[in-house]
């Protein structure tokens, strides 16, 4: 007869790692005490990548299903468009995100709306070609 241990007196959190470790140890240690081959290890690899990636999508989706709630209920006011321009920036600053080209053009709006004070805004925008920062703009 094995001995199973007693959890009763053990916090949650250690409760669960003692068993992600024996899970894992379940998994990599045979009952046959055969070693563990590579093709066991791409598989059990395959699966913690599977779960990571499953998690980061169903996190993408809760984020935003979190963002349209919390916009559901702004209130809507009218605006008006003062000002807008087209600049052209040529960045020496090497940027390390996928949206950054150097260089760019950067096209604002300014806007003003009552609510119920008059207040001003601003939305920029960056393209790569004059073009279609013209057209949006």
Known sequence: MSSIPNYRNVPTGTRMSQ???LLFGSILIHTGGSPVTGFEVFLLVLAAG???VLLAICWAIFAGWIKRVRYRNW???SAVVDIVSVAFFEDSIVRFNVNASSPYYLATLTYTYRNPEQQMGEYRRTFAQKEDAEAWA
């Open 75 to 77: 209130s809507t006011v």
């Open 19 to 21: 068993t992600m470790c």
């Open 50 to 52: 599977s779960i990571i």
